[in-house]
């Protein structure tokens, strides 16, 4: 697609992108050459990575909206409004907000329960079915969900977390098989111990920096920047990370 004789940017929309791993891929594509729609559910913190980024050199190139992705009309809407600003490009979805609560499956409140499934399952479904269809008529696009390997690994505590980390596993996957006929690629990351401010029992978090054993949110960016180089033919579709030199027990 040309805009005034030019090639138009590639577009990308980043759930949960003011901070983390979401802030990673963001500042990762936009050094890429990508426009990149953030969004995030705290107002302030948006605003502040927008602050961040554009004073980096960004300018324009990055723009975003309060959206909870508990709320599909939100969902809808801010997609809608990204593929209109774009005529309708949409190149790239990052599913990557998520909350962590944790504690005694006997312990936990309904509304807990139902935070983490909201946010963790039902956001990317909601973002993954608006996208998809944007992406469906030019038959060609790239999903990333970010999920966890508590998406396969189970732990005490874990309950609510890991029934929404393997629903979005078994979510990606089967929106994978749905898609891939129309050129639209879904593909599942599942890292592991991650050095940011989000951290649960079996380490899969961090404590907001200085632990340099564990992943770092640059190397999921990094993983996300890989997945875009494969060839047409080649999907990549569940990709696990891990520290490579964890502490010993």
Avoid at 78 to 83: D, L
Avoid at 149 to 160: I, P, R, T
Wanted: proline share 6%; glycine share 14%; hydrophobic share 40%.
């Amino acid at each position: 697609m040309a805009e005034n004789g030019r090639i138009a940017p590639r577009v990308a929309i980043v759930t949960g992108g003011s901070r983390g791993i979401g802030r990673a891929v963001a500042e990762a594509l936009l050094g890429q050459g990508f426009q990149v729609h953030l969004c995030s559910r705290r107002p302030e913190t948006l605003e502040k990575a927008l602050d961040e980024l554009r004073g980096q050199g960004h300018g324009d190139a990055v723009q975003g909206k309060p959206v909870d992705v508990r709320h599909e009309g939100e969902v809808d809407f801010f997609v809608r409004s990204v593929a209109e600003a774009h005529a309708g490009r949409i190149d790239l979805l990052v599913n990557n907000a998520g909350v962590g609560t944790f504690g005694p499956v006997d312990e936990l409140s309904g509304d807990t329960f139902r935070e983490l499934v909201e946010t963790n399952l039902c956001g990317p479904f909601y973002f993954l079915k608006a996208v998809a269809r944007v992406m469906k008529p030019r038959g060609e696009g790239w999903i990333v969900n970010v999920a966890s390997l508590a998406a396969k690994n189970a732990m005490a505590g874990g309950a609510a977390y890991n029934a929404s980390k393997f629903g979005l596993l078994g979510l990606s996957e089967a929106a994978m098989l749905d898609l891939r006929q129309f050129g639209i690629r879904v593909a599942t990351i599942l890292p592991g111990s991650v050095d940011t401010a989000f951290g649960h029992p079996d380490g899969a978090g961090g404590g907001g920096g200085g632990q340099p054993w564990r992943l770092q949110p640059g190397d999921v960016a990094a993983m996300v920047l890989h997945l875009l180089t494969y060839p047409e033919n080649a999907l990549p579709s569940l990709v696990e990370m891990r520290p490579t030199r964890p502490p010993k027990k």
